[in-house]
Structures are given as structure tokens and as C-alpha cells.
């Protein structure tokens, strides 16, 4: 392969679109990451501690999102690259393992092996780009938004209380606005999405493996506690629910959508755009509301009866509702459809948090399954429905179509 863009012996064919093995073994260092992540949330049940894991969350999925994009364009079987990826990998297993301790003892390892793993992979991939490549001068742009945003992440390391938490804020909102910026830098200009030429089937899979990474941890969180409580009706109760739930968010993704929005990423004339909207800002809400939703299934086993507190109401419909609103502006910004299914079900959702303290946690954690899963049967019935239609008149069905779905 010869290429403008970098050295033929580090970029990927213009054909080969696949997530190789390498990139799998890469991810099992992200299931730490977001069993952390529960774990820290669970302990912080306030609003300091729900923006301090906000940070947090942020701070990972761009330490994964960055070198999915990385891998985009870099022949993860070649040598040099996958012995980046192992070196990620380390320091991505030092960063998972201090996210408990993150505002305590550990926040400096934290912010040493985020800022190692940020700035150490802009420099890699710069120097394995030709210079006068516009994907070189983007990641020189990159590099630039990086290391700005690094010392602030060190010093929060060093620093303690709420000055690290303020610290790092303001570090994860350079790190997060840099795409959106196109990692403007002055005299260098912007990095135009039309610029970044991706693999959109590659992007669309490393996605959907990161969504199955979170609900396979939430499955794992409730299997986990199932196992070391004492079993009684209402515990294994609690377990279905956490099941049902898990299994009606993985439907809602996966069912039809990902599949289409993977096509129409495949098909589209802009797909850095694509990619830089849907899948690397949209899917942080789904992720988010996967962690929220994990929470609360671990608060409704440990205490599934009584009445159920402003902790377990927050995240046992606020995790649902986050995936949801996040799969809708998903669906809106690839698809260009609006679900007005998922749209009820959200408001319903939202609805029911001043009537959940006249519900035990079993049964808040019912209604919100039930109410996801209704939202699943409604939405396959509709589609059935309009496959039907469509193939009675003669029409190809198709997805992205821009016209609005119920």
C-alpha cells in the first residue's frame, strides 16, 4: 500500500475494514474500566460524586475512543502499532485500576497514565505520518489540545478535595471540546472532518463492542452480587429485573439500529463527520446510562424492599433514561429519525421519579424495565409493520431515509 497520508508499512489496506484481534484483547482492559466506574459511583451517591465520575467516565472513553480512531487508520497486525497498543494497554490497566482511589490516594497515577496515554499515542502517530500528509498537520493539532489539557490533569493529581475535582474539570472540558473545536489551533487552522477518510465499519463495530463491554459489566455487577447475598424471593426478583432490563437496552441498540447506522456510515460521503457526532460524543450518554443503570440494579438486590430513597429513584430511572435520550440523539444524527416510541418512554421515565417513593426498589426497578421493554415490542411492531407496508407497494425497505418513525 502507498499512501499520501503515512508509511506503507504501518497503514491500513483501503479494504480491510476489520477489528482484529489485537483490538479485542485491547478492550479487556476497558471492562476494568467500567466496573470501576460503577464501583466509584456506587460509593459517591451525591452530586459531587456523580460530576467526579462524570469526569471520570469521560476521561476513559476518550483514552478508548482516540485509539479506536487510532486503529482506524494503522494496520493494528503491523509490529510497531501493535506494540503501541500493548503499551496502551498497560497503561490503560494502571489508569482502570486507580479509578476507585481517583479523588484519594491514587489521583495522581490516575492522571500520569492518562496524560501518558493521550499525549504517548499523538506522538506515535505523528511521527508515523509523512509531514506534508493534512492527516500529520491534524495530529499535530491534536498533539496541541493534548498537551494543553495535561498540565491540568497533573496538577489535579497533586492537588486534593475539590481543587483536584476543579482541576480536572476543566482538563476533561478542553479534552471533550477538542473535536468539536476540529482541534482549531492558531496559524495551523482546523482539522476538517471531510479530511478524516475512516473505515465507517470499522468505527461502527469497535462502538457497538464497546456498548456490549458495558452491559456485559452490568450483567456481571448483578451476577456478582446475586451470588454472594442470601437468596430469597426478592433478591432473585431483583436479578430477572436486572436481566430484563440489561437484555431490553441491548435489544433497543442492536435490534435493527446498529446495523443501519453501520451501513449508512459505510455509504456516506463525509464519514469522519459521521464518525466524530454518532460515535464518538453520541454514544457517551448510552455508556452512561449503562454505568447509572448498573448502580441502581446493585442498590435494588442489596435492599429490594422498603421504600426506595433519592439514590435508588436517580439512577434506577435516570440510567434508562440516559441510554435512551442517547440512543435517540444517536438515531436522529445518523439515521435522521425520530422515535417517538423511545421519546414516551424517556418522558415516562422522567415522569415517575415524584411517584418513587411510594414504590419499593423491586418494584421501581420493574416499572422501568417494563417500561423499556414496552418501548422494545412497540418499536419491533412498528418496523414489522412498516416492512410490511413497504413490501406490499413494491418499495425497498431502508434505513436513514430522514423520514420520521413513530
Known amino acids: 500500500m502507498t499512501s499520501p497520508s503515512g508509511r506503507p508499512d504501518v497503514l491500513r489496506r483501503p479494504e480491510d475494514s476489520r477489528v482484529t484481534a489485537i483490538e479485542l484483547f485491547f478492550d479487556v482492559v476497558y471492562v476494568l474500566a467500567v466496573t470501576q466506574l460503577t464501583e466509584l459511583l456506587l460509593h459517591r451517591l451525591h452530586p459531587a460524586g456523580a460530576a467526579g465520575a462524570a469526569v471520570l467516565l469521560l476521561a476513559v472513553w476518550w483514552a478508548w475512543v482516540d485509539t479506536a480512531w487510532i486503529t482506524n487508520w494503522f494496520d493494528p497486525d503491523q509490529p510497531r502499532v501493535r506494540v503501541l497498543l500493548i503499551a496502551l494497554m498497560g497503561i490503560s490497566l494502571v489508569m482502570s485500576s ?51 489539557s495535561a498540565p491540568l490533569w497533573l496538577a489535579g493529581g497533586f492537588a486534593s478535595g475539590p481543587l483536584r475535582l476543579g482541576l480536572w474539570v476543566a482538563a476533561v472540558v478542553v479534552d471533550t471540546s477538542a473535536a468539536a473545536c476540529d482541534f482549531y489551533v492558531p496559524g495551523w487552522g482546523r482539522s476538517r472532518p471531510t479530511e478524516w477518510v475512516i473505515h465507517g465499519s470499522h468505527l461502527a463495530e469497535r462502538a457497538r463492542l464497546f456498548v456490549i463491554i458495558a452491559l456485559g459489566e452490568s450483567i456481571l455487577v448483578a451476577g456478582t452480587d446475586f451470588g454472594a447475598l442470601r437468596h430469597g424471593w426478592a433478591p432473585l426478583a431483583a436479578l430477572v429485573s436486572a436481566f430484563l432490563g440489561s437484555v431490553a437496552l441491548w435489544w433497543i441498540y442492536f435490534d435493527r439500529s446498529a446495523e443501519a447506522a453501520r451501513s449508512v456510515i459505510v455509504a456516506a460521503e463525509e464519514p469522519g463527520r459521521l464518525g466524530r ?130
Open 277 to 406: 457526532s454518532a460515535y464518538t460524543y453520541l454514544h457517551i450518554p448510552m455508556v452512561a446510562g449503562i454505568i447509572v443503570t448498573a448502580v441502581g440494579d446493585d442498590l435494588t438486590l442489596h435492599e429490594p424492599t422498603g421504600t426506595a430513597d433519592v439514590a435508588v429513584i436517580s439512577t434506577v430511572l435516570g440510567g434508562p433514561a440516559l441510554f435512551l435520550a442517547g440512543f435517540l440523539l444517536f438515531k436522529r444524527a445518523i439515521l435522521g429519525i425520530r422515535s417517538r416510541v423511545l421519546l414516551v418512554a424517556v418522558g415516562v421515565l422522567v415522569a415517575l421519579g415524584p411517584l418513587g417513593p411510594l414504590l419499593s426498589p423491586l418494584a421501581l426497578s420493574a416499572v422501568a424495565t417494563a417500561v423499556v421493554a414496552t418501548a422494545v415490542v412497540r418499536s419491533a411492531l412498528l418496523a414489522a409493520r412498516r416492512t410490511t407496508r413497504d413490501t406490499g407497494t413494491g418499495n425497498e425497505t431502508g434505513t436513514g431515509t430522514g423520514r420520521p418513525a413513530p
Open 98 to 148: 486507580a479509578v476507585p482511589e481517583a479523588y484519594g490516594d491514587r489521583g495522581l497515577w490516575f492522571a500520569v497514565a492518562y496524560v501518558a496515554l493521550a499525549v504517548g499515542r499523538t506522538v506515535f502517530v505523528a511521527s508515523a505520518l509523512t509531514p506534508r500528509s493534512s492527516l500529520h498537520r491534524n495530529f499535530q493539532r491534536v498533539l496541541v489540545w493534548r498537551t494543553s
